[in-house]
């Protein structure tokens, strides 16, 4: 059935550091992907998504796109804050919503 | 309020007892998902409504566990018999609109619900 694979965690960085943060799928037809974040204390909430392939979704400096060939959507953001400190979820989307196990990230000052 | 609200926020309970958890959406969202979500896990799929019916229940563990929405709105799990194994967290969402192929658009999150089973 259709998955999501992401890079485990936890994440340590500190501020103004490079993140990437890997996710690879399987899926028989054409889902669209997502990232989802999760702040302390906060219910899930979308950051960014794309719909079909080559599509980039961008929001608060993140950035994924959508890779048909390689079947991935790499998060990544050029210059993390303290408050970018939450767990990362990708996801799919085809028949239902499929998330990966999550990603932890710790911006250290 | 403006987001999913779900209820009770922490629910602790025995081995064997009868459990609801209760979910009250965004207004004049259609889609509505419950999903389940363990330590360290991404949340597991469990049931959607497209207004009140179920439109896939394929995530179900089994029969011990059910879901309603009598009205389009407002949703129930019922959790029959509880096991230590339900222990997690309980989330719902809701989204505008969906489709037979998934949620066509972003899915709105509550806090979820905590179920400890002792």
């Known amino acids: 059935g259709d998955s999501v694979t992401q890079m485990e965690g936890p994440v340590t960085l500190s501020e103004e550091a490079f993140l990437t943060i890997n996710c690879t799928y399987t899926?028989?037809?054409?889902?669209?992907l997502f990232w989802y974040v999760q702040y302390p204390g906060e219910g899930l909430q979308l950051l960014l998504k794309?719909?079909?392939?080559?599509d980039k979704g961008s929001n608060k400096g993140f950035e994924a796109t959508y890779r048909k060939e390689t079947t991935s959507f790499h998060l990544e953001k050029g210059s993390v804050q303290v408050s970018d400190s939450a767990v990362y979820f990708c996801a799919l989307s085809d028949n239902d919503m499929r998330f990966g196990a999550g990603t932890r990230l710790t911006v250290k000052p | 309020g403006a987001g999913v609200s779900q209820t009770p926020s922490n629910k602790v309970t025995e081995k064997g007892k009868y459990v609801e958890l209760r979910c009250d959406p965004i207004?004049?969202?259609?889609?509505l998902y419950w999903y389940r979500q363990s330590l360290g896990q991404g949340p597991e799929f469990l049931i959607y409504f497209q207004g009140t019916g179920a439109a896939d229940d394929s995530g179900l563990p089994n029969d011990r566990f059910f879901a309603v929405r009598p009205e389009g709105s407002v949703s129930t799990l019922k959790i029959q018999r509880t096991e230590r194994g339900d222990s997690a967290v309980y989330l719902c969402?809701?989204?505008?609109?969906?489709?037979?192929?998934?949620?066509?658009?972003?899915?709105?999150f509550g806090e979820g619900s905590r179920l400890t089973v002792l």
């Open positions: 207004s004049g969202h259609t889609a």
């Open positions: 969402a809701s989204s505008l609109t969906s489709t037979r192929e998934g949620p066509a658009g972003e899915l709105f």
């Open positions: 794309a719909t079909k392939a080559d």
């Open positions: 899926a028989t037809g054409y889902p669209s």
